[in-house]
Nanobody, 128 residues
């Protein structure tokens, strides 16, 4: 069973950057697909991005493509979310999760349903 732990959140001013990390433990992340989600106060959890660990194929919410980048380091069992030019509306709790079908491309990577393992989340606050 894979356990996921997020880190890297914090308070940042508008226009700033953060890099979130998702560390996998228990088993290698290699066969899996890992997604990033966020949840703003009072809103539903939103899919941001997904990456197929073995081949590196990535998927990103269209509205975030210019500012966010997902990547992985297989040896370190890490998945990263680089966030640039942050805005107050990026504020929320960010989660990483394992896709149950092991492929983002199997469909609906942006929805909560296909994911079966979740981290505890890391808070990102964008404010001046």
């Amino acid at each position: 069973q894979v356990q996921l732990v997020e880190s890297g959140g914090g308070l940042v001013q508008p226009g700033g950057s953060l890099r979130l990390s998702c560390r996998g433990s228990g088993l290698t992340l290699d066969p899996y697909a890992i997604g990033w989600f966020r949840q703003a106060p009072g809103k539903e959890r939103e899919g941001i991005s997904c990456i197929n660990i073995r081949v590196g194929t990535t998927y990103m919410l269209t509205s975030l493509k210019d500012r966010f980048t997902i990547s992985r380091d297989n040896a370190k069992r890490m998945v990263y979310l680089q966030m640039n030019s942050l805005k107050p509306e990026d504020t929320g709790v960010y989660y990483c999760a394992k896709h149950s079908s092991n492929s983002c491309g199997s469909g609906f990577w942006w929805e909560v349903g296909p994911y079966d393992e979740w981290g505890q989340g890391t808070q990102v606050t964008v404010s001046s």
